[in-house]
């Protein structure tokens, strides 16, 4: 997996110059670097790193969807139709919104507390 550093190293420039062109923040980066630095992250295919994402924001951008069940009319919740059209439109408005989506199901509400409890944002 190739790294902002590995990238900067490349083009001759800072992680913080690639970082920024990664973020849209070019004001202060020249258009030929920009470009530069825009096609080789095409070209690798480069995938930010959410971990190192999430220390550095101190966030991560994820929205808990607990469903408290997880058999409805004799099959796995996620299969019934209402409920897949639910998840599906509640996932999709979360990404427009820049947001990723986590499932939890069951209808143990300590199991439910003790998964939620390890995500302290």
Excluded at 39 to 49: A, C, F, H, M
Excluded at 88 to 102: C, H, K, V, W
Aim: hydrophobic residues 40%; contains cysteine.
């Amino acid at each position: 997996m190739i790294r902002v550093k590995d990238i900067a190293n490349m083009v001759g420039v800072s992680p913080t110059t690639v970082s920024n062109v990664i973020h849209g923040n070019t004001k202060r980066v020249s258009q030929e670097t920009a470009q530069k630095i825009s096609s080789i992250l095409d070209e690798v295919g480069y995938i930010p790193n959410m971990g190192a994402r999430l220390l550095s924001q101190n966030t991560s951008h994820i929205i808990g969807l607990v469903i408290g069940f997880d058999y409805l009319h004799g099959e796995n919740a996620m299969q019934d139709p209402f409920v897949s059209t639910f998840v599906g439109q509640i996932s999709s408005e979360i990404e427009n919104a820049g947001y990723y989506m986590m499932i939890i199901r069951g209808d143990d509400c300590r199991k439910v507390a003790e998964v939620t409890s390890r995500w302290n944002d």
